[in-house]
């Protein structure tokens, strides 16, 4: 997501308010926020989810609305979403 960059406070107050939330919404097993390294109005979440049933439950509730209606207005880029699973894993 790239937010304007005077928008980023906004935003990071905004995920701060609903971080708990969003992490204890069922099915959610694990929630980071990400930010560029060298593009500090860049972000992404990155969340484990036990099932696309869940995932889809949190897009259709209360709490996702609330949260994604204040942060795409801060949006300076069309943000992309996309949702991936595991294939394999290196150790």
Known sequence: MSFRPEAVEAFLENFETHRHS???????LHLELWQDYTEKNIFTTYS????????????????????????????????????????????
């Open 22 to 28: 969003i992490r204890n919404f069922p099915g959610c």
């Open 48 to 91: 484990h989810w036990d099932s696309e049933k869940s995932l889809q439950q949190y897009r259709d509730s209360e709490l996702f609305n609330s949260v994604w209606s204040a942060t795409k207005l801060l949006f300076d880029a069309r943000p992309l979403a996309f949702s991936s699973k595991k294939i394999l894993e290196v150790t």
